[in-house]
């Protein structure tokens, strides 16, 4: 278990809908990173937010969004659904001992499997 | 740009044999190097990085990887593998010294034949 929680677990959806995945980061970890992992694709980073601020962007389309909370939770929003978003979406956090940056050791949460009908 | 290739997608190894996986990186920059492990419907784990100093970097579980700069690799061994290291693995690589994403390889899946 690396600490890093994610919910749901699975989400079934239609195409053209809006979903929310959220993601809590391990105690203490102030930075939360997003990351979609498709057949297609392979794994992509999607974003990364730090102490409430975006910190770096990845392969994010523009019909996706995320943000992180004053209580260090993260959201990533995605909305306009397409059968090509069908993924498995990870949240990672990394620990705070470094400066937050991508050399810090990000722990992963368990995913979040979104299916787009 | 960086990015990263991972020469077998599958690679297929008898139980306490050794192995070695392969990771090719391009880079006009320093970069950072990662190996990260993803076992059956689990997240990633990292299994070692490599960010300066000695070439030979050593992880969990066993695993190893040098870092060749002349050669652009970063090649991940284990002299004796188990059943449990049935699994996929990920090389990454990210600029060095900046806020910069990780670029992941295409995953090569490791077999473990009893």
């Known amino acids: 278990d690396s600490g890093v929680t994610q919910t749901p677990k699975h989400l079934i959806t239609a195409t053209g809908q809006r979903v929310t995945l959220r993601c809590s980061p391990r105690?203490?970890?102030?930075?939360v990173y997003w990351y979609q992992q498709s057949l297609d694709q392979g794994l992509q980073f999607l974003i990364q937010?730090?102490?409430?601020?975006?910190?770096a962007k990845g392969n994010i389309l523009e019909r996706f969004s995320a943000q992180q909370f004053p209580d260090l939770h993260s959201e990533l929003n995605l909305s306009s659904l397409e059968l090509g978003d069908s993924a498995l979406y990870f949240c990672?956090?990394?620990?705070?001992?470094?400066?937050?940056?991508?050399?810090?050791?990000?722990?992963f949460g368990p995913g979040t499997r979104l299916t787009v009908l | 740009a960086q990015s990263v290739t991972q020469l077998d997608s599958q690679v297929p190894v008898f139980e306490e044999a050794p192995v070695e996986l392969r990771c090719n990186y391009s880079?006009?920059?320093?970069?950072?190097l990662f190996w990260y492990v993803q076992y059956p419907n689990q997240g990633l784990q990292l299994l070692l990085k490599y960010l300066s100093g000695s070439t030979l970097v050593k992880g969990i579980n066993g695993f190893e990887a040098e870092f060749n700069k002349s050669q652009t690799s970063f090649h991940l061994r284990k002299p004796s593998v188990h059943i449990s290291d049935t699994a996929e693995y990920f090389c990454?690589?990210?600029?060095?010294?900046?806020?910069?994403?990780?670029?992941f390889g295409t995953g090569t899946r490791l077999t473990i034949i009893p």
């Open positions: 105690s203490g970890d102030l930075s």
């Open positions: 990672a956090s990394s620990d705070s001992l470094g400066s937050g940056g991508i050399a810090d050791t990000q722990y």
């Open positions: 937010y730090y102490n409430g601020e975006e910190r």
């Open positions: 990454a690589v990210s600029v060095a010294f900046g806020n910069e994403k990780l670029t």
């Open positions: 880079s006009s920059v320093s970069v950072y």
